[in-house]
């Protein structure tokens, strides 16, 4: 059975950085994709970034610049490198992951992250 943790949310101030991670098991990892998204309130689950492999990442227009995507393979683990943290970054972020084409439907609690101002 496939699980997948979400985790390094928290609470900081305008500025500051977060590390959010996402373990995935149960699964091949080397071969899995994995995407990091978010939802803040009254609002649809935003995109931000995917990562097949060192060489291979995608960033939302929103994400570029200030977050980093990247995976240890080792850790069976994905992480999502926030800098610059803005209020409009407050939000549950998710990560899902997609074995060949396909895509898991369903999601993690996600880890909330909050930005004050």
């Known amino acids: 059975q496939v699980q997948r943790v979400e985790s390094g949310g928290g609470l900081v101030q305008t500025g500051g950085s977060l590390n959010l991670s996402c373990v995935v098991s149960?699964?091949?990892?080397?071969?899995?994709?994995v995407a990091w998204y978010r939802q803040a309130p009254g609002k649809q689950r935003e995109w931000l970034a995917t990562?097949?492999?060192?060489?291979?990442?995608n960033y939302a227009e929103s994400a570029k610049g200030r977050f980093t995507i990247s995976r240890d393979n080792a850790k069976k683990t994905v992480y999502l490198q926030m800098n610059s943290l803005k209020p409009e970054d407050t939000a549950v972020y998710y990560c899902?992951?997609?074995?060949?084409?396909?895509?898991?439907?369903?999601w993690g609690q996600g880890t909330q992250v909050t930005v004050s101002s």
């Open positions: 149960g699964i091949d990892f080397r071969v899995i994709t």
């Open positions: 990562i097949i492999n060192d060489r291979r990442k």
């Open positions: 899902n992951y997609a074995y060949g084409n396909k895509w898991s439907t369903n």
